[in-house]
């Protein structure tokens, strides 16, 4: 794009330098036609004819000068877009990240919740079966070493052998 950018400049100053000839011809010409007073009609005709050439000229390269402005205008326009794109991509890149480094954080946290939860889980199953009355939730007998009470694997209450989940009906 720049190098199109410069060839475009180049060429319009090119076209603006035989512009300037032509208008100095032209002018030149005009002055002679007024200077020479003895000019024949084929001489006036030739000259005539020639400022017509140049000025036709002068019109083909103010066309051409204006569609080389547009063309200059439609690549700054494609320049300002793409810079606006990469503009745009960066700042989607940089959220991304950011993102990416808050989940890091928040998977960190899950895990560091996760483990207090098992440790509380486990610190209310040894509460419960050290229970302060020591007896069965179903049947109130006392625990012993030859009773031991049985944590519940769902509910986490204690029971003895007799009165396990497996064999009864609990309604806590």
């Known amino acids: 794009l720049v190098q199109t950018l410069k060839a475009v400049e180049a060429e319009e100053r090119l076209m603006a330098q035989e512009e300037a000839e032509h208008a100095r011809a032209i002018g030149m010409l005009r002055h002679q036609i007024h200077s020479v007073s003895q000019v024949t009609a ?12 140049t000025q036709d000229k002068n019109e083909a390269l103010d066309t051409c ?26 700042e989607v890149k940089r959220s991304v990240n950011q ?21 509380l889980r486990t610190q209310l ?22 009773r031991p ?12 052998g007799d009165c396990a989940p497996e064999n009864v009906q609990m309604d806590f």
């Open 42 to 53: 084929a001489e006036k005709a030739e000259i005539e004819a020639h400022i017509s050439q």
């Open 125 to 146: 199953r040894n509460t419960k079966f050290q229970h302060k009355d020591r007896k069965c939730m179903v049947c109130n007998i006392d625990f012993t070493w030859r």
């Open 99 to 119: 993102l990416k480094a808050g989940l890091r954080g928040k998977d960190e946290q899950f895990v560091q919740l996760k483990a207090v939860e098992a440790g």
């Open 65 to 90: 000068i204006a569609e080389l402005q547009m063309k200059l205008s439609a690549i700054e326009s494609e320049q300002v877009a793409s810079a606006a794109i990469e503009l745009k991509t960066k």
């Open 149 to 160: 009470g049985y944590p519940c694997q769902k509910c986490d209450h204690v029971c003895c």
